[in-house]
């Protein structure tokens, strides 16, 4: 791969110069790779003293997590557990982002907690 310079644009009088740099175009600025990927996985969650359940397909999956379209509104930090209906395997997770609500469900962003190194089936 060809590395390219960084040209940055000269400092104009009366600013302030900044030491904080982007990063070239086209650097990985995630913790893994990422990859497009429709895995079956069940949900299961404490809300209210009660056990709610739920089916999805991810849409993006990564060694830490995925990216899933759901018609339940989860909040952010909601603790829950996800398996892998393919391999049956599962791991403790948490809701770290939510996005819109699409006509299918809410977009969300799902972190697993120590997951093992092969959850998803797939070479990552």
């Known amino acids: 791969m060809v590395q390219f310079p960084i040209r940055r644009a000269p400092v104009r009088p009366g600013e302030k110069k900044t030491n904080t740099t982007s990063p070239p175009h086209g650097t ?3 913790r893994g790779v990422r990859l497009n ?6 949900l299961e969650w404490n809300s209210g003293g009660e056990i709610h359940h739920g089916e999805a397909k991810t849409r993006v999956i990564g060694h830490y997590g995925c990216l899933v379209v759901i018609p339940l509104d989860l909040a952010v ?3 829950l557990q996800l398996t892998n209906l393919t391999s049956s395997e599962s791991s403790p997770a948490v ?3 939510r996005g ?14 120590n997951p093992g190194m092969g959850f998803w089936g797939l070479e990552l």
């Open 28 to 30: 990985e600025q995630r």
């Open 37 to 42: 990927s429709c895995v079956p996985i069940a």
């Open 77 to 79: 930090e909601q603790r």
């Open 95 to 97: 809701v770290v982002w």
């Open 100 to 113: 819109s609500k699409r006509p299918e469900g809410w977009e969300l962003g799902i972190e697993l907690i």
